[in-house]
């Protein structure tokens, strides 16, 4: 039986925070999690971390861009 995949928050933040500081990344990830409607945790499943990775695609700049990435590195997995 295949292990279900967890994608962990510290990840999410871990692309930010070099950027936009830890708590501004942790900011922007509350709002994006709010957005998805997805309560917030330690860890994700695949499909929720995608579910995220699509909301922050939907930022502008660099945001967007790191969520695609983030998005492209979750698929894989």
Known sequence: MKEEVKIPLKEFIDCFKESMGVEGAQQLLKQTLQKANIAPK?????????KICRELKQYSGFVGIIGGILNSRILIR
């Open 42 to 50: 330690s860890e994700f499943t695949k499909e929720e971390a995608l």
